[in-house]
């Protein structure tokens, strides 16, 4: 079983600092990956998608992918108490079948601390 | 605005019943999929189809089926529902072509059930 590994956490950072938050996946086909966040008792929305290698800024966040390393990690920037929430790491990958899944880490719990 | 939604948002149910859950699009998605999220597991894939009259089975397909007869609809069926699947039920969909990179997916708000 091929699996996307994420620090369950909880990682507790200061309002205003920069939240790192780690993902490692194990199939080398995987070509996309999406990062996802969930607040308590919601459901996942997706906050960033990164397809190269490299970083890819939106705002406050950066995605960062290593292929070589099978690395992704999601950078938030100037933390804010809203931004506490499960982050979920997900890769896309071909199927048995032939067909494109995402597969999920378990999440990192963000708490922002006022 | 387009949108996903889940019926019912809770259900408490006995073991042994069947049980439906709803999943309705207004996306146009051809990508649908089915995930269950349990403490310690993450989500899930239990079903998906690429189009209408097409599914599949995900990781965790055992007692569950689906059926896709148009674009906009996947029930979920818990054909005799155990204790095991007591869960928070998301249904997903996302754009793309049968077979090919499923993209960004969207997900409905979620359906509690619990299996007493």
Not at chain 1, 37 to 49: A, C, D, F, T, V
Request: aromatic share 10%; charged share 20%; net charge negative.
């Amino acid at each position: 079983q091929k699996e996307v590994e994420q620090n369950s956490g909880p990682l507790s950072v200061p309002e205003g600092a920069i939240a790192s938050l780690n993902c490692t996946y194990s199939d080398r086909g995987s070509q996309s990956f999406f990062w996802y966040r969930q607040y308590s008792g919601k459901s996942p929305e997706l906050i960033m998608s990164i397809y190269s290698n490299g970083d890819k800024e939106d705002g406050r966040f950066t995605a960062q992918l290593n292929k070589a390393s099978q690395y992704v990690s999601l950078l938030i920037r100037d933390s804010q108490p809203s931004d506490s929430a499960t982050y979920l790491c997900a890769d896309e990958r071909v199927s048995g079948a032939g067909s494109y899944q995402l597969t999920f880490g378990k999440g990192t719990k963000l708490s922002v601390i006022p | 605005d387009a949108e996903i939604t889940q019926s019912p948002r809770h259900k408490i149910t006995e073991t042994g019943r069947q049980v439906t859950l709803a999943c309705h699009q207004t996306w146009n998605h051809n990508n649908m999929f089915w995930y269950r999220q349990d403490l310690g597991h993450g989500l899930r894939l239990i079903h998906y189809s690429y189009g209408v009259q097409d599914t599949n089975k995900g990781e965790v397909s055992d007692g569950y089926s689906v059926s896709r007869s148009n674009t906009e609809d996947l029930p979920l069926t818990l054909e005799s529902a155990a204790s095991s699947q007591t869960s928070v039920y998301f249904c997903a969909s996302s754009d793309g072509l049968f077979g090919s990179a499923t993209s960004e997916q969207f997900f409905g708000p979620g359906t509690r059930l619990t299996v007493l």
